[in-house]
Each structure stands twice: as C-alpha cells, then as structure tokens.
C-alpha cells in the first residue's frame, strides 16, 4: 500500500495479537514492522494530509486533531493491553519503511533501555480538586453599610479570609500528603502543572497532578491505596485514571 508511515509506539517483539478490527489513523489498521528486536507499530496515512506542508496546516484544525489524537491513543491502549510500548510523540510521520527503520537504528540503544526500564509497569494519573472554595478577597464584599458596625463587618471579613486559607493549607497538606504515599509505594513518579480550569472542563481547582509508574503485578494494590484516600478530607475530590502507557517515564512528549 502506498503512503506514509505514521509511526505509534515502538515496543519489543510481542506474540499476543492486538483486539481485532482495531483502526488507527486515517482509518488503516496498525501493523507491525520489525528491526533487530524492537518493534515499529506503523499505519498507512495519505500524503494529502501527513506531508509535511498539510500536517502544519492541520495541527490548527482542533477537529482534525481531536480526532487523530483518539484514534493514535486507541492504538496505544490496545498495545498497552499485549505488551509494553514506548508511545512516540502525536503525528511521528517517515516517507517509508525504510525511514522508519533509520530511525529505529538511530535510536535503538535509547530506545531499549527505556523499554528494560518500563517493561512490565504502568502508569497511573492521580489529581487532587478542591471542590468549593470559601470566599476571600476576591469575593463580593458585603456592604459596610448592611454590618452593625465597621467593626463587625471587618471581622466578618477577616473570618471569611482565615477559612480560605485554612482551606488552601489543608488542600496542600492533603495533596502533599497523598503524593509522598503514592510515591513511596510507586518505582516513579511524576509532577505535571495544576490543569487549568477552563481548559479541562474539571470542576474545582486542581491542587495535585501526578503519574506514577507502577508494575502491573501489584496495580491493585496502587488504585486500592488511591481508593481508601477518596472521601478523606472533606471538599476534596481524588480521581485515578489509568492503566496507561508510560508516557510520563519514556522521554516522549504525548
């Protein structure tokens, strides 16, 4: 088949076969291309839209890529179900087999001894909200002129500053808290940036944004551990998510 090579992950050789009818990008099924003893998982992709020029251009179409990016994930988690792969970044394109396999020899010693490092583990995400906050200085003020006395209204509003600190204070000390448990008891660990608001969708202030690299054999343990944490601190909202491929451990920007 003509085209590009659209490139997903590279993993060691595997036996078990991938779930059947999977697609990957632009609707062709993923396939396997072997050098030495890494495997390449390839698709097949229309220059019309992976040359260098139109892949520019739709990497602004939110749609296009929206799209692609479900369909590049999907590949990765069923390789994640069969083996262990190192994902490569979103849009990795070569002109052919044979750029794909200059590539897998340019990096082959990277790329083994990141997959020995990763084989058979995990990665599980771990945020932390703050559900409702209790109003502070940036909150509608009461008017003076509702208060008994300036004096009580100061004091209100004191009292309202002093329970969204004691608020913060205890959301870090929980977040704190919960990240050197899971650490301690993960291989790894990583700290991402609080996700912005809007941007996600979450409801609440994210306060902690982790992934930890866990092996698979004791992965019940780890959601377990996450799971006797949830319900703890009230207004405090703990979501997992995962088993993922070890995006945050292999070097590899999704």
Partial sequence: MTGLRYVYAVCRPFKAPLQSQLTGVAGDPPRLLVHHDLVAVVSHVPERDFAEGPLHAHLEDLDWLSETARAHQG?????????????????????????????LEAREADFCRTLDRLTGRVEWGVKVYVETEPPGDDA???EPAKATSGRDYLRRRSSRVR???DQWQRAEEFASGLHATLSAFAEDSRLH?????????????????????????????????VDRTKGEVPGMRVELTGPWAAYSFAGEKP
């Fill in 75 to 103: 590949v990765i988690d069923a390789l994640t179900v069969v083996t262990t792969p190192l994902p490569l970044r979103l849009a990795t394109v070569f002109r052919d087999d044979s750029g794909v396999r200059t590539m």
């Fill in 193 to 225: 940036p609080p996700q912005n608001a809007k941007l996600s969708g979450a409801a609440g202030r994210n306060v902690l944004n982790a992934a930890y690299l866990v092996p698979r054999a004791v992965s019940e343990e780890f959601v377990e551990l």
């Fill in 140 to 142: 509608p003020a009461e």
């Fill in 163 to 165: 329970a969204h600190e």
